[in-house]
Structure formats: C-alpha cells, structure tokens
C-alpha cells in the first residue's frame, strides 16, 4: 500500500502506528524502546507519517457516550441538486453532528450525530431539516457500537511484510 509520497507502510511503520494507539502518551524515546529502533528512526518515520497525512493528530480521542451523548444515530440526507457546499455549512452549524460524509446511492449524505436524550435528538432531527438544501432525511438510532473505528487492522492487509527493522519485536497476533 503506497502513502501519498509514493512510499509503502511497512511494518516499522505499523509498529509505530500500534505502540501509538497502545501507549497514547509515549514520546519518541518511549517508542524507540517499544520498537526496538534508534530514536532518530522513530523520529524520521513518525515526521514521514505526519508529512504524508497518514498520522493526522496526537489529540484525545472522546467518547461521547461517556460525556453525557448517549444517543447517537445514522440521518441520510436527500439534498437539493448542487447544494453540497450550502449543506455543509449547515451541518457545520450544528454541534450535534459529529461527522458527515458525501454518499452514493439514494441519499447524498450520511450524518452521524449525538444527543443527551431522545428529545435531544428529536431537536436535532429537526434542525436538520430545516436547512433550505435538505430535501428528506432518514435516521437510524444507533443501539450500540459494534466494532470501534479502527484503521490499523486495514493497514496490516496492505503493509510490505518483510520492510523495516530486523531488530523489531514482532507485533501480537501479525500475519
């Protein structure tokens, strides 16, 4: 699988990537004794991840359920033809979504949003479709989370198996 400056991930790479969703607060000494590599290595590699968009942030990740949004739900958006721009303004005026994504199919775009009550959704729902741009909207409530958002598992599938560092501990449970 090749990052956008033409590089592949490899298994160095996905280390990195394991130790930092394992130890979230570990600086680069603390990776390179987790790896087993030279600091500068650690170094290099995380700046390249970085560089090429692959490692996006460092920030905490946030339940939403634990802070008081327990009820979150799935709203499939029907918009006005070329009304994308318009539909994105207003959906980043609503707290409530936490993401939105443009779609194929029968509806244009799909919404995640959160709420501290059912009632709370309803308001939600509502806001929604009083955008001018939304022509009708579907929701699903999300009953529970199944499988977490995760890129690693995806990642190992495409990795070149045998780059990176002899030295490195193999990782629990790699192919």
Known sequence: MQMADGAALDALDLALLAALREHRRAGVLELSRITGVARGTVSARLQRLED???VTGYGPEIDVR???FGVEAFVTLEIAQGAIDAV???LEAIPEVLEAHA???R???LCRVAASSHEALQ???VQLDR???VVRSTSVIALSRLV???ALPLLRTEAAPDAGRSGMPPEPGAR
């Open 52 to 54: 090429t968009g692959v």
């Open 66 to 68: 634990a802070a008081g």
């Open 88 to 90: 994105q303004r207003d």
């Open 103 to 105: 779609t194929t199919g």
């Open 107 to 109: 509806g244009d775009v």
């Open 123 to 125: 308001r939600t729902l």
């Open 131 to 133: 955008s001018a741009s």
């Open 148 to 150: 977490p958002l995760r």
